[in-house]
């Protein structure tokens, strides 16, 4: 089992930044791919970002491409994401996941396990 922590949201104005933590327990963090996905409301949850189990790989989808950046510490057993630039249309409800994926790294389904989502809101 792993059970995963989510921080570092909150409001923003456009063209800011934030850091979105993910704290993950149990020692098998290392063998995890991890992703960020993101859900606004009245849309389906969606992938931002991932990163391979031993970060070497990383996948964006292209909206957040050249903004976004997905790194994690195994020794801390924490994931992050940095993001820059932000848009209003980037406000949503940020989910860490974490699977043994090898292939499909932005499938929802793919994933095993997932946090309870922090809040990212952006102001125009």
């Known amino acids: 089992q792993v059970q995963l922590v989510e921080s570092g949201g909150g409001l923003v104005q456009a063209g800011g930044s934030l850091r979105l933590s993910c704290a993950a327990s149990g020692r098998t963090f290392s063998s995890y791919a991890m992703a960020w996905f993101r859900q606004a409301p009245g849309k389906e949850r969606e992938f931002v970002a991932a990163i391979s189990w031993s970060g070497s790989s990383t996948y964006y989808t292209d909206s957040v491409k050249g903004r976004f950046s997905i790194s994690r510490d195994n020794t801390k057993n924490t994931v992050y994401l940095q993001m820059n630039s932000l848009k209003p249309e980037d406000t949503a409800v940020f989910y860490c996941?974490?699977?043994?994926?090898?292939?499909?790294?932005?499938?929802?389904?793919?994933?095993?396990?997932w946090g309870q989502g922090t809040q990212v809101t952006v102001s125009s």
């Open positions: 996941a974490a699977g043994t994926v090898v292939v499909g790294f932005g499938i929802r389904d793919r994933y095993d396990y």
